[in-house]
């Protein structure tokens, strides 16, 4: 059975840092795309950044670039998602995402608020 399990969101300041992981179990990890979206109050979820299963290609939403890091470590069946220079707009709900053609899984999200 495949598990994702996002820790660390929290109540920040604005300007301020926090480091989401997802931890995986029950699949490949190596073989995925790993990803982190966001969904905020009242609206659709959203992608906000992906790294390739190789960790040597990573894409992000043009509203996180710059600010946001996408990372993983493979032999920790992690993906983090280090956010810095945050803004309450950044705040929402956010997933992780684990990716190959015909398959997604996603995590239980952790909330992320970002006062100002």
């Known amino acids: 059975q495949v598990q994702l399990v996002e820790s660390g969101g929290g109540l920040v300041q604005a300007g301020g840092s926090l480091r989401l992981s997802c931890a995986g179990s029950?699949?490949?990890?190596?073989?995925?795309?790993m990803g982190w979206y966001r969904q905020a109050p009242g609206k659709e979820r959203k992608f906000v950044a992906v790294?390739?299963?190789?960790?040597?290609?990573?894409y992000y939403a043009d509203s996180v670039k710059g600010r946001f890091t996408i990372s993983r470590d493979n032999a920790k069946y992690t993906v983090y998602l280090q956010m810095n220079s945050l803004k309450p707009e950044d705040t929402a709900i956010y997933y992780c995402?684990?990716?190959?053609?015909?398959?997604?899984?996603w995590g239980q999200g952790t909330q992320v608020t970002v006062s100002s």
């Open positions: 790294i390739r299963r190789s960790g040597d290609s990573t």
């Open positions: 029950g699949l490949t990890f190596s073989r995925y795309d």
């Open positions: 995402n684990a990716h190959i053609p015909a398959y997604d899984y």
